[in-house]
């Protein structure tokens, strides 16, 4: 299991309707995108999907 992967939308098996995602990005996330300025958080990010036949 990539770092990731538990960030990967499935936009390939997601229907053509609207889907909520919800994710908790904690230590570990800002540790892992290795990033010199960000070292810690807590952040709650929902991402709304809306697809249709022509765009996401």
């Known amino acids: 299991m990539g770092k990731f992967d538990l960030y990967?939308?499935?936009?390939?098996?997601?229907?053509?309707?609207?889907?909520?995602?919800?994710?908790?990005?904690?230590?570990?996330?800002?540790?892992?995108?290795?990033?010199?300025?960000l070292k810690k958080g807590a952040i709650h990010v929902k991402v709304l999907l809306k697809k249709n036949n022509r765009s996401l």
């Open 8 to 37: 990967k939308i499935p936009l390939k098996s997601s229907g053509s309707d609207t889907q909520e995602f919800s994710y908790e990005l904690d230590d570990k996330f800002f540790t892992d995108i290795d990033n010199e300025e």
